[in-house]
């Protein structure tokens, strides 16, 4: 389907701002059963994904979102029997709406902000873009924090993740009932209520209460939302981001114990366990989280998981909130690569310990003419951080530079 801007079956919606896209659409999707409009937001959905490259006035993200919106709408009996879409025409005026949603939104917001600021950048990756990971890294992620999601699901989301991957596999409407929702994931051995946890319960919502703006707090957790006995799952595996930012959110000492567990299983897979060194202290207390040691060269590790703020459009102190986050967690993982590089070269031998009291340590890595070995300074992310760890050179300080920024998963693909 040629999906190029045309308004000449829109005209009549007088398209112009955020507020008046929102209305026109609540107008127009009230009058729909919400079993059709699931069929239209999936199909394009779906559509979207497949053709980005045509397709690009919108984001799949943006179109997810409004269709949870979208769907949130009550339907209202006007007396008349509904006759059934044309889907074409429908798609159409759904992609109508979520690109000019997407363009107001996003001149709105940019509008306010300097260029090349940190907010600007964050701004886009929150809001427009999801995440670049694959089914297979959320299925990583999953099994890393199998035991967050039972304590906070109380089941297994690692073990239950063929069944979830199939119900947002593009195999069905998305729109499905109780019965044909058991029966898809009936092997799992999952109750309702366990089922129902990841969905959020639109019907206890009032007419004004769900905004665009709060779909990233509503929906975290969630794979879709739920009226009465009914579901709706956006086809795409997408949505695990959900998922994954709701398990992220647990204590920060579970965060960092996580990743620096998988990031030292990679590392040892690469340049074998007898070369990492975790956990290292050195004479002045300073922790150092991974050390490598190699015939000529030496890599210092710093691994970083600290949530990042989340953007909120009409907050006047973002920039400050976003910088401040960034300098406690990726210039401050990069400060203490460099603090390592000038211990190792200015002490020979340079000793480490297992702990950072003075009488209970012991000696457990000895590095001599550090000076003379090529030293590399990484940190590693759990995540990109609002795309702050991919474009981190530009807003790291002129001493650190040289210090590389990387998430786990585009670690692990390099």
Request: hydrophobic letters at 35%; aromatic letters at 14%.
């Amino acid at each position: 389907m040629d999906i190029n801007r045309n308004y000449s079956d829109l005209k009549k919606f007088g398209i112009t701002d955020e507020e008046d896209i929102l209305t026109k659409a609540r107008n127009h999707y009230e009058k729909m059963p919400r079993k059709k409009r699931a069929m239209i937001f999936n199909s394009m959905i779906i559509e979207r994904y497949f053709n980005f490259q045509e397709m690009k006035e919108v984001s799949l993200k943006v179109l997810v979102h409004l269709s949870i919106l979208f769907m949130s709408y009550p339907e209202k009996n006007n007396g008349f029997k509904f006759k059934g879409p044309n889907l074409t025409i429908e798609k159409k005026i759904f992609y109508e709406f979520s690109s000019s949603f997407e363009t107001s939104m996003t001149l709105k917001h940019l509008f306010k902000t300097e260029e090349g600021s940190m907010s600007k950048r964050a701004f886009i990756n929150y809001s427009i873009d999801y995440p670049s990971l694959s089914k297979g890294d959320y299925l990583a992620l999953f099994r890393e924090y199998d035991e967050v999601s039972k304590r906070k699901y109380n089941f297994s989301i690692y073990d239950n993740y063929l069944y979830i991957a199939e119900i947002t596999g593009g195999k069905t409407s998305g729109w499905l009932n109780q019965k044909k929702l058991k029966k898809l994931i009936a092997h799992s051995g999952l109750g309702l209520n366990e089922l129902n946890s990841l969905f959020f319960d639109i019907s206890t919502l009032n007419r004004e209460e769900f905004r665009y703006s709060e779909i990233h707090t509503k929906m975290l957790g969630k794979l879709g939302v739920k009226y009465e006995q009914k579901y709706y799952i956006p086809q795409t595996w997408f949505v695990f981001e959900n998922i994954f930012n709701y398990l992220a959110e647990n204590k920060k000492v579970d965060r960092t114990e996580i990743l620096e567990e998988y990031a030292q299983r990679l590392f040892s897979d690469f340049f074998g366990g007898s070369n990492i060194n975790s956990n290292n202290y050195d004479k002045g207390r300073n922790e150092q989280d991974i050390i490598i040691i190699l015939e000529d060269t030496i890599l210092i590790i710093e691994c970083k998981s600290n949530n990042f703020t989340k953007i909120v459009d009409d907050a006047s102190n973002i920039e400050e909130k976003l910088r401040n986050t960034f300098n406690s967690t990726i210039q401050y993982g990069a400060n203490q690569c460099m603090r390592a590089e000038k211990y190792i070269i200015g002490n020979d031998p340079a000793k480490y310990y297992d702990s950072n009291k003075k009488r209970e340590r012991n000696k457990i890595l000895e590095i001599s003419k550090g000076n003379e070995k090529k030293i590399l300074k990484i940190v590693v992310l759990l995540n990109d951080y609002l795309n702050l760890a991919e474009s981190s050179n530009q807003f790291l300080e002129d001493k650190t530079k040289e210090v590389w920024v990387v998430n786990i998963f585009a670690l692990e693909k390099i």
